[in-house]
């Protein structure tokens, strides 16, 4: 069994293409385990009702996926998302990680920081970026 994290965010111009990278692997759907999963800044040990079904980026992934033939499992990080992201991937013991890479200039990725460019370093599994 191949077992892929697909980390959400928001924007689901980025979920539509990484959905469409997932589509793209090679075998057959009934192979593949997608685990979807949205992390978001501020929601450390949140327990509000943001459960990961109500988020709108993460049912869109689940339908389209399942549509698709995938099995799929919805999660919820509740720590930091580069935290969050990297340490479903460890339980789920995934084979791949398939992030949404957003448009920011060199300044603003400077000051914020890059969820995408910190789950790179600090995870030892293969990372897909999928342009927006």
Known sequence: MFRVLVAVSDEEEA???QVSFVESLPGDTDEVEVTVVHAMEGR???RDLQK???IRSVRK???ELSEAGYTVAEEDAREDPVEGIVAIAN???ADLIVLGGRKRTPTGKALFGSVT??????T???????GV
């Not at 460019?117 to 600090?122: K, P, R």
């Not at 030892?124 to 999928?130: D, G, K, L, Q, S």
């Open 61 to 63: 992934a689940a339908r």
């Open 52 to 54: 990961p079904d109500r």
């Open 117 to 122: 460019q910190s789950v790179i370093l600090n």
């Open 124 to 130: 030892e599994r293969p990372v897909t970026v999928t």
């Open 44 to 46: 450390k040990g949140s």
């Open 15 to 17: 979920v539509g293409k």
């Open 91 to 93: 339980d789920i013991d």
